[in-house]
């Protein structure tokens, strides 16, 4: 049973183009991340939502949307896609459990090429 | 600049030798986060350890925390081919919700 899975694994696109990756955690965790991996292996956290609620956006271009439906889903759209947006999308859930250390638990990744 | 920066960013090792590898931190922490990734994969948790603690063990891995220096180092025993892969440390800043603040992450090699 996967804990955090994303769709798709792999997306090669255009510049220009719209694309959503769509992510599912079945741990009933409240809180739900998107990361971004470059190529230089660098993670950075991009948004954070608990319990359906935005809580953390970190200086992300507005082309990028997150959109939770319930807990359990955090999907990512990303409008004109642009070359550096090229890079490994992690999504992520925790339970959360203020100050008493949060194991995040993270999905295979997305690997997004934009050509 | 980042929050985490491990030290080194390569470490390449005979199998059954000990690897170290350390992570060093600007900020206040409430803990930090060891964690693995292999090639093509997720990242998986390894280890935590609390600010007001400054060792832990788990099987083959051994952590320290030193918040005077604010620094880490991740420590696995008799290395074997499959810890080839690429170890990051997160900090979880003690302000705010839980956020975890990665750094580039050292990229362990065991040689068979």
């Known amino acids: 049973d996967t804990a955090v899975s994303q769709t798709p694994k792999y997306l090669v696109t255009q510049m220009g183009n719209d694309k959503s990756i769509k992510c599912e955690q079945n741990l009933g965790h409240d809180t739900m991340y998107w990361y971004k991996q470059d190529s230089k292996k660098f993670l950075k956290i991009m948004f954070s939502y608990n319990n359906k609620e935005l809580i953390i956006n970190e200086t992300v271009p507005n082309r990028f949307s997150p959109k939770s439906p319930d807990k359990a889903h955090l999907n990512l759209h990303i409008n004109s896609l642009e070359l550096g947006d090229s890079a490994v999308y992690f999504c992520a859930s925790s339970l959360l459990r203020q100050y008493s250390g949060n194991t995040i638990y993270f999905g295979e990744g997305s690997w997004l090429t934009v050509v | 600049s980042q929050q985490g920066e491990e030290d080194p960013q390569a470490l390449s090792i005979q199998e059954g030798e000990n690897a170290t590898m350390n992570c060093s931190y600007k900020t206040s922490i409430n803990n930090l986060q060891w964690y693995r990734q292999n090639s093509g994969r997720g990242l998986v948790h390894l280890i935590l350890i609390r600010s007001n603690e400054r060792e832990k063990h788990s099987g083959r891995l051994r952590v320290t925390l030193d918040t005077s220096k604010k620094s880490s180092s991740l420590l696995i025993t008799a290395s074997r081919a499959a810890d080839t892969a690429s170890y990051f440390c997160?900090?979880?800043?003690?302000?705010?919700?839980?956020?975890?603040?990665f750094g580039q992450g050292t990229r362990l090699t065991i040689n068979p």
């Open positions: 997160a900090t979880a800043l003690i302000q705010g919700a839980q956020k975890l603040v």
